[in-house]
């Protein structure tokens, strides 16, 4: 018996007697002899909880995390302070182990908690209608392009080199199931999406336009400018946005997104190498019937009482079946508490200083470094730029525990001496002038990006 | 409302009814169809303009639970439209074969009504289930 | 009116709490020199008015969230038998260690060399989780179990492809699990379904028919859907292997057979995983979960990219692992980064507090619970009501049809559910699997006891009886739960999915005079 089931040799007996069998082997006579396994399973023996904490947390100790090491990685997944107060609400029982809200009467928390992430995203995002979060970013971003094959029955896809490469590399996965062609639109000498560039890769067949705001360089793209080029033809636009720089840029909803999804990792959320965070994904009233996953609605009881119910969910899979707007099951229900909690407690201005905060921080720091700029142009929270030597920085840097950011040469072999820098509120004055330091102090004295 | 099959309807088998007027016709759900669904929530209605071609499917109606297809008993061109029902889609539930009614066409070819069901028959396909 | 006070109050929202001024953040001092944002950004791309986040201080977010917590059922606090869902326990442990810094503090980009606990911890879950599929390769990457099903049917898609084939047809039984059909037409593919036969299982005339060389692979799970173990899985699959196609395992039904039979064994080339079913990641109100897939080797070279890669460790040598970037047939990329590692974590602590044993037993402990429990509810004053629908030992769950309660009581299945929330258990899954009539489908997992089993069956036999003496308070039920039955055809019709922000939503009149139907525009 392990520590988690609770079958005594007394329970066993009166089971097996009720049941009507003899043994518990019996109870497996429906598979075939030549199926059974005819040896144990291949595993080291169950552990006591406290063996399995020391053999996990050694695995632990040999990672190098953001507390260990002062790091300006950025790409996707950023170092940003979690208050307390997630902690605490997210590790309650009451949100940790529920199911989906099936039974909607005895899933109000769950359900409001919903409706209150839909309504936070709707309006970072300045469009209407929210669901209840995706999986993460690059797989919203290949949601956005199924929904626009439904919507608009074209093949291709357009997306601007600008997109964080493993939301270029989840949408040319995901497009070869459904059957579409994914076309990509080059960055400009600015480090920018190519407005011309994207005019010219826009056909009549062209269900959507993706670009990303600001894009993974950092750079903040013109987006008037884009969805005029890149809706000339009738295609839907997607723009991919990083949450907390919205607190201060327009939103993609008013530059004329059709649809808006993003990374929610940054809003509450661990790192935790990667997963599991939420994808957030909204877009115009029109969508609402087309939109993936879960949607929260209010409505109110046989007693007049006010409460929640998902909603709309003839279009999901476990009523649509093959004519579902997609498969997922899912809402990262735990995750998008995390993140309206987490922007219940920045609220409407502290949304606001925190994005002004790491603006003003990452103007100071493309000055401080004082290096060549891969985009010039316009940035919020992180930017790319020329390193001469990155072999010999990341060595410097790796006795410093420093950690100085992302080679951009992985995956973009055109910016081979590329470091991508990315700033959060954990990032000080005194941490960028190390990195500084390390850089061999090129900066110019008070200068400027 | 209570079970009912009309006498004067035709009927196709994936549960759609025809009143036929002329070389018109008006196009809806059985009773079976409607309660099949439960309340209905929405319908997404076709253009006006556009062709029907008898046995595909034309249209969705939704409800809570599911959402079903709509099929044409009969081929043509869509005259006119329920546009009641986009504020009260549950008229499809009350009153099938009255406010309920999805849409108006003219026939193309008045001589597919031979082949529909007549009430009798489409009793007998429920029965049969 | 309930004369509890607390019951009759609406419930309010963090928008409608918010007062101009209060704040629960305090940013960093500025310790660079102030510029102003209309200096570094131009004027076009600047947001005119901040997005409408409540102001709150912390004690009221606390409070709040609090609150709605305690409107949820949840599985630390009771039985929660749905079928397909394995709502077995979530270890506490796994919350300790998933939060250890080293874990949950870690960016997905660290230099691998950095990294080697994650890599390690990621290379020996895939080889427990291929150890028990019987399938040697695994990718940990796809985020849910229908995730993993996309990946299963990219990767055939891959598959077929590489051979030079072109085939358009996956075949799903019509128990499958409305993923499994939504994940077809997702892939590019047409969806066939194969039938039923009477004693449960796979209708093997019908998929001989249907097996042609037009088909790319036949999704099962075994046991399926009705909790029986299809006894013909071996010659299914030489049926679907003669014409060329793949066989894929849903794993949602593991927990009933893990160290007894392997699906790799059983002929299925690609097996997706539910971390959050079987290995006891919690489900968090719906998510996150994780749906890694182990694949034969002929399918191994379209594996998604990164894999994580062991090098050396022999001779004694310290073993390093890597991320392999760099496969050239790979199907690319499902998401970001390397998985959803967080749950990686909590799956990997599980397997190593159960062993191979423990696996063992657990699934052993979840069919016999699932046949005691299925025993007791096929008594006389049950049995009659809620028939079973297959009378032949099942596996880990088992279906039942309500049609007997609702022809001879009045009460349907829906109703039972919902009368059940008032006796403070989760009601089982309602209505799935579609072939049978008013279905309830029954997983109690191999963490309960049996004395919680026993107060299932007796709980339902209860609600038997009283409908019998009045079947109006089933289908007025539920009585004691935060709301009652809710209006969800007026959700659908008038859908209100945002809090409106039109009037200032945090003024107390506007709490009290919501209209009930206001469109959630901006």
Known sequence: MSRYTSVTDTDLREMLDVIGAATMDDLFADIPKALRLQRPIELPGGRSEQEVHEELAGLA????????????????????????????????????????????????????????????????????????????????????????????????????????PHSRAALRTHAAGYGMEVVEVPLDDRGATDPAALTEAVDDDTAAVFVQQPNFLGTVEELDEL?????????????????????????????????????????????????????????????????????????????????????LQTREQHIRR?????????????????????????????IVELAELMLKRTHYARGR????????????????????????????????????????????????????????ERRTKADIDVLGTLLGDRARAGAHA | MAESYPEDLKYHPEHDWARVEGDEAVFGITWYAQDALGEVVFFDPPTVGSQLTKDEVYAEVESVKAVSDVFAPLSGEILEVNEALAEGPEKINHDPYGDGWLVKVRLSDPAEVDVLLDVTAYRDLLQSG | MSHDPRRDEDTVTIYERSRAGRRAFTAPELDVPDVAVEEILPAAAIRRRPPQLPEVSEPEIVRHFTTLSSKNFHLDEGFYPLGSCTMKHNPKLHERLAALPGHARLHPLQDPEHAQGALELMWRLEGALGEIAGLPQVSLQPSAGSHGELAGLLLTRAYHQDRGETRTKVLT??????????????????????GTSPDGEVDLDDLRDKATEDVACLMLTNPNTLGLFDTNIAEIAEIVHGVGATLYYDGANLNAVMGIARPGDMGFDIVHFNLHKTFTQPHGGGGPGAGPIAVSERIEPFLPTPQVVRHGGDNGSEPRFSLDHDRPRSIGKLRGFQGNFGVFVRSYAYICSLGGDG?????????????????????????EYLPVAFDRTCMHEFVLSGRGARDKLGVKTLDLAKRLLDHGVHPPTVYFPLLVEEALMIEPTETETKERLDHFANAVRAILEEAAEDPEIARGAPYTTPVRRLDEAGAAKRPVVRQGMGENPGSPERAKNRPAGAAGAI
């Not at chain 1, 997630?86 to 039974?103: C, I, K, M, W």
């Not at chain 1, 997963?275 to 087309?290: K, N």
């Open chain 1, 61 to 164: 100790a040999r990672n190098r995390h953001c507390d260990a090491e002062v790091s300006f990685l950025g790409a996707g997944m950023y170092d940003h302070y979690v208050p307390s107060l997630v902690d605490a609400l997210t590790g309650r029982s009451e949100f940790l182990t529920p199911y989906t809200p099936y039974q909607p009467e005895i899933s109000q928390g769950g359900l409001q908690v919903m409706f209150e992430f839909q309504t936070a995203i709707s309006e970072l995002t300045g469009l209407p209608v929210a669901n209840a979060s995706v999986y993460e970013g690059p797989s919203a971003v290949a949601a956005a392009g199924y929904l626009a094959k439904l919507e608009t029955k074209r093949t291709r896809l357009v997306a601007s080199r600008g997109m964080h």
């Open chain 1, 227 to 311: 969805a005029e080029a890149g809706k000339a033809t009738g295609a839907l636009l997607v723009c991919a946005a990083d949450p907390l720089p919205l607190g201060i840029l327009k939103p993609p909803g008013e530059q004329g997104a059709d649809i808006c999804v993003g990374e929610g990792q940054t809003l509450g959320n661990r790192l935790d190498y990667g997963g599991p965070s939420f994808g957030f994904f909204a877009a115009g009233e029109r969508f609402i019937r087309r939109m993936p996953g879960r949607i929260a609605g209010e409505t109110r009881d046989v007693d007049g009482r006010r409460g929640f119910v998902l909603t």
């Open chain 1, 322 to 350: 093959e004519k579902a707007t997609h498969n997922i099951c899912t809402a990262q229900a735990l995750n998008a508490l995390a993140g309206v909690v987490y922007l219940s407690w920045l609220g409407r201005r502290g």
């Open chain 1, 369 to 424: 470094l004082g290096l060549e700029a891969i985009n010039a142009g316009p940035v919020v929270r992180e930017f790319a730029v020329r390193v001469p030597d990155l072999d010999g920085l990341f060595e410097r840097a790796r006795a410093a525990r420093v950690n100085p950011g992302y080679r951009l040469g992985r995956d973009y072999p055109e910016y081979e001496d590329g470091l991508l820098v990315a700033i959060t």
């Open chain 3, 173 to 194: 039984p019509d128990t499958a699990h409305g993923t499994n059909p939504a994940t077809v037409t997702m892939a590019g593919y047409e969806v066939v379904k194969v």
């Open chain 3, 359 to 383: 696996l063992r037993e657990a699934s052993e402990v979840a069919v016999l619970n699932a046949n005691y429990l299925k025993a007791r509810l096929a008594e006389q004053g049950v049995a």
